[in-house]
Nanobody, 122 residues
Framework: QVTLVESGGGLVQAGGSLRLSCVAAVRTFRAYTMGWFRQAPGKEREFVATISWSGGRSYYADSVKGRFTISRDNAKDTVYLQMNSLKPEDTAVYYC???????????????WGQGTQVTVSS
């Protein structure tokens, strides 16, 4: 069983940076792939990034490549999303996710956080 809690969202100007954090309360020995999705009002939920349980492999949506970096600290049960060169189109609620394997679709993840709002002004 896993409970996920996101933090670090807020208001930032275009071109600025934010770092999101997600703390996972892990209750089993199951190894999880971690990731981030986002959803803006009136739009579909979209994949952002994912990282393997060891941190050795990661994958990004084309829209954030070169700007966002996902990482994890297993000793702290925490996954991060460093967001640089933010654009107004990055504005969304960002969700931390966990699942038994990686993927770019929401159905591949078993556990979801409540989300944290990121707003980028122009």
């Amino acid at each position: 069983q896993v409970t996920l809690v996101e933090s670090g969202g807020g208001l930032v100007q275009a071109g600025g940076s934010l770092r999101l954090s997600c703390v996972a309360a892990v209750r089993t020995f199951r190894a999880y792939t971690m990731g981030w999705f986002r959803q803006a009002p009136g739009k579909e939920r979209e994949f952002v990034a994912t990282i393997s349980w060891s941190g050795g492999r990661s994958y990004y949506a084309d829209s954030v490549k070169g700007r966002f970096t996902i990482s994890r600290d297993n000793a702290k049960d925490t996954v991060y999303l460093q967001m640089n060169s933010l654009k107004p189109e990055d504005t969304a609620v960002y969700y931390c996710v966990a699942g038994p394997r990686g993927g770019t679709t929401a159905s591949t993840y078993d556990h979801w956080g409540q989300g944290t709002q990121v707003t980028v002004s122009s």
